[in-house]
Antibody, heavy 115, light 106 residues
Framework: EVQLVQSGAEVKKPGESLKISCKGS????????IGWVRQMPGKGLEWMGI????????RYNSSFQGQVTISVDKSNSTAFLQWSSLKASDTATYYC????????WGQGTLVTVSS | DIQMTQSPSSLSASVGDTVTISCRAS??????LAWFQQKPGKAPKSLIY???SLRSGVPSRFTGSGSGTDFTLTISDLQPEDFATYYC?????????FGQGTKVEI
């Protein structure tokens, strides 16, 4: 069974760093792109970027380029989304997805940034 | 970047109705379009890819159509579990983008 299991909810202060994860199982992790999607409270879905675990080829939405870093540890079948300095506006639920044509979604990670 | 525009933003319907949601791309995307369903507090679920191909396990009352710039999701014989928000997304190139969503309410 294909699964994408994300790390748990986080509460952070502005300016702090954060790295959330998405672990794939039940398939060949290095053969499918992993994407990240943001959903701010009460809002729609926003495509952030995508990485190919096989060679770490990464593409970003220009709106998120420089604001986040997408990475992967293929030895542990895990993709990451990280921030070096969080803002209150980063408060959202973040989803990881599988595939260039999305078929599976992670359960989401709620990130709350508040002083 | 390609912009995706859905209409309407919300609609009211009853069990047994047929509803239609439209999605328009700002430029031609051939049939590189997917539809997703999201229920409150849950992760989205993949319904359709290639504009009209149903994902495994998705009921046949869901139908996708269109190509180029104009696409439609039709839900026939609406069931209680279909009340949700629906999003289209193109995957023609990078960056991918989603429509703003259509909330199907009772």
């Amino acid at each position: 069974e294909v699964q994408l299991v994300q790390s748990g909810a986080e509460v952070k202060k502005p300016g702090e760093s954060l790295k959330i994860s998405c672990k794939g199982s039940g398939y060949s992790f290095t053969s499918y792109w992993i994407g990240w999607v943001r959903q701010m409270p009460g809002k729609g879905l926003e495509w952030m970027g995508i990485i190919y675990p096989g060679d770490s080829d990464t593409r970003y939405n220009s709106s998120f380029q420089g604001q986040v870093t997408i990475s992967v540890d293929k030895s542990n079948s895990t993709a990451f989304l990280q921030w070096s300095s969080l803002k209150a506006s980063d408060t959202a639920t973040y989803y990881c997805t599988r595939g260039l044509i999305v078929d599976y979604w992670g359960q989401g990670t709620l990130v709350t940034v508040s002083s | 970047d390609i912009q995706m525009t859905q209409s309407p933003s919300s609609l009211s319907a009853s069990v047994g109705d047929t509803v239609t949601i439209s999605c328009r791309a700002s430029q031609g995307i051939t049939n590189s379009l997917a539809w997703f369903q999201q229920k409150p507090g849950k992760a989205p679920k993949s319904l359709i890819y290639g504009a009209s191909s149903l994902r495994s396990g998705v009921p046949s009352r869901f139908t996708g159509s269109g190509s180029g710039t104009d696409f439609t999701l039709t839900i026939s014989d609406l069931q209680p579990e279909d009340f949700a928000t629906y999003y289209c997304q193109h995957y023609y190139n990078h960056p991918r983008s989603f429509g703003q969503g259509t909330k199907v309410e009772i």
